[in-house]
């Protein structure tokens, strides 16, 4: 057996990852990363340039493809993965004529906004398995349909960032399941185009790419295969989007796990058998496979606001790991509730459960004699609780009885500690190093028949004794993050009239 590579392309880094499935030790790897910017040419878009994200994902392979040879190993098959809700517009070369329009893009809240409004995002939701939102690759489509009716003529085809990348790697344009379930495009029980979506984004099926399994295996093409240093036709399989692929890589697939990440945003998502969503339209269902299903909530609002309160109340430190460290250390010195003191954390609005991205955040409960401490701590208690509610409203759906987390901000024992007693369930951390690239690769392993079973691929690459032991948890903690849990949907009630004031409504 040769070596499986996993290729993820994230918001603002492409990972690649060079795996063997016959070290019997699972040390041997090789890695690339390439860093690109997001970019915000107008208020609310934020977008990625495609030639450069495209080019990160050729120098990145090409990297590892060398190491591997270096190693005097050959490459079997390539796993793609790629951020989810990604949209540009080619023309009818199969050139983009657009930036890729990322799930952080909201130009289009105005179209989300009238969607929910007139009742019909419910059952948008409810058919396709992804929530009206901005960052939902339907609404953006109205939102250029309504506004942009230049761009919107003068495209040939529209594509996810998946799509892109298979287009970039193997010359075909495909989608695959798990792309497509999480576009707003696809009625989930016929797994094909929903005509009523593409009447509401102003679009043709024919447009669309056709959607294949996420086990499909392609080939690489030629000018790729010059590009990356690997042979033509070597099997790349289609592979799925980054949150469930982040599922499968922390081994967070069986019943009963679910799979928390953090970074500047956060998501906790655990696998079913079948599409499943909640009735209020509070969570997104996505594929990872045809049987395998990833159901889950995204929030906005994750390590972005600590990060923000060390600008505004630590900004005599450096910036950097030294104030990132300072943060914490303030945090620390103050008690689980933050003497009274809560924040409602929205500064980004707010994904599920509430999608409001015009959503504001606030400080409640402030007195004399709270310092910079107390808001630091309050801030990461707002981000912990909001996850907590977040789980409370999955485990209402599908159990949940523990939760394995992934992201930089666990490398600190505050938020470790702060997180595990505010979700109320057994919390283990693991090894972020290579999620869902690990994922990608698993994946394309099972894809190529090399594993009967999802688990069976990933135990291959990962080693199955490598889980940690839950965080330990102080009882007092706990019972005070479940009151803040209780009370924080009286106060989002309550602040509903505040919001109004401040518009000058």
């Not at 980054?242 to 956060?266: F, K, V």
């Not at 992201?407 to 869902?436: H, K, N, Y």
């Amino acid at each position: 057996m040769g070596v499986v590579i996993g290729i993820d392309v994230g918001t603002t880094t492409t990972k690649v990852l060079a795996l063997d499935p016959e070290d019997a030790d699972h040390r041997w790897r090789a890695v690339a990363l390439r860093e690109y910017r997001l970019v915000e040419p107008a208020p609310r878009h934020q977008v990625q340039d495609p030639r450069t994200v495209l080019g990160a994902v050729d120098d990145a392979l090409a990297e590892v493809v060398a190491a591997c040879t270096a190693a005097g190993r050959t490459v079997d098959v390539l796993g793609v993965g790629t951020a989810m809700h990604g949209l540009v517009a080619l023309d009818a070369e199969l050139r983009p004529i657009t930036d890729i329009v990322t799930w952080a893009d909201t130009r289009a809240h105005a179209q989300a906004a009238r969607l929910r409004a007139d009742g019909r995002g419910l059952e948008l939701h409810h058919r396709s398995g992804t929530p009206v939102h901005p960052m939902s690759p339907l609404v953006k489509l109205a939102w250029f349909t309504q506004e942009d009716a230049d761009t919107a003529a003068a495209a040939h085809r529209w594509i996810g960032l998946k799509d892109l990348v298979l287009l970039h790697l193997t010359g075909r344009l495909v989608t695959e399941l798990s792309t497509a379930s999480c576009s707003g495009l696809l009625d989930l029980s016929t797994r094909t185009w929903a005509p009523e979506h593409l009447d509401i984004a102003g679009v043709r099926a024919e447009q669309l790419p056709p959607v294949l399994p996420t086990t499909a295996l392609l080939e690489l093409s030629p000018a790729a295969a010059a590009r990356s240093g690997l042979p033509a036709g070597t099997p790349v399989n289609t592979g799925a989007t980054d949150g469930p692929l982040g599922n499968l890589g922390t081994g967070a697939i069986a019943p009963g796990i679910a799979g928390l990440s953090m970074g500047t945003s956060g998501a906790v998502r655990t696998v079913v058998r079948e599409p499943v969503l909640d009735d209020h339209g509070r969570l997104f269902c996505y594929a990872l496979t045809d049987d395998a299903w990833v159901v889950g909530a995204p929030m906005s609002n994750g390590g972005v606001v600590a990060r923000w309160a060390g600008e505004v109340y630590a900004s005599q430190v450096p910036a950097g790991p030294e104030r990132d460290a300072h943060v914490m250390a303030m945090a620390a010195r103050v008690p689980a509730g933050s003497d009274g003191l809560v924040m409602l954390p929205y500064l980004l609005g707010e994904r599920a459960p509430l999608w409001d991205p015009e959503l504001t955040g606030s400080f409640l409960g402030v007195r004399h004699e709270h310092g910079p401490d107390h808001f630091v701590r309050a801030a990461i208690e707002g981000v912990a609780v909001s996850m907590g509610g977040l789980i409370e409203v999955l485990g209402g759906v599908t159990p949940v009885e523990q939760v394995r987390c992934t992201g930089g901000v666990f490398q600190a024992e505050v938020w470790r500690r702060v997180m595990a007693a505010a979700i109320d369930r057994p919390l283990v951390p693991t090894d972020d190093a290579e999620g869902s690239a690990l994922g990608g690769a698993a994946l394309a392993l099972y894809a190529l028949g090399r594993a009967d079973s999802l688990a069976g691929a990933l135990e291959l690459l990962s080693p199955a004794d490598g889980v940690a032991d839950p965080i330990e948890v102080d009882a007092a903690d706990r019972e005070v993050y479940r009151g803040m849990r209780r009370r924080t949907a009286a106060m989002l009630e309550a602040y509903d009239g505040v919001r109004a004031y401040l518009a000058g409504d």
